[in-house]
């Protein structure tokens, strides 16, 4: 397990801002998501710093949307029964 540094110690553990290791990992997603600031851009995974990857791979999938994504939503409704 690795030991995360305080806030005085994140650029001896990180390294300096904008080295080759801060991009060198790449996490993929169990689902597809919205970029927060373009919601039209939907990405499947994403670049991190090496020494987090891990960690961010381990995360479980639960992690994701407090409610399912809306077409696996609609696609559900559709196959209830009607009411009598």
């Known amino acids: 397990m690795t030991e995360w540094p305080t806030q005085s110690g994140v650029r001896?553990?990180?390294?300096?801002?904008?080295?080759?290791?801060?991009?060198?990992?790449?996490?993929?997603?169990?689902?597809?998501?919205k970029i927060a600031w373009d919601k039209s851009q939907i990405i499947r995974r994403f670049r991190c710093h090496a020494k987090v990857e891990k960690a961010l791979e381990a995360l479980p999938a639960g992690c994701g949307p407090a409610r399912p994504p809306a077409i696996a939503y609609r696609q559900r409704r559709r196959q209830r029964a009607p009411l009598p």
């Open 12 to 33: 001896s553990f990180f390294g300096e801002p904008g080295s080759p290791q801060a991009t060198a990992g790449m996490v993929d997603l169990a689902y597809p998501m």
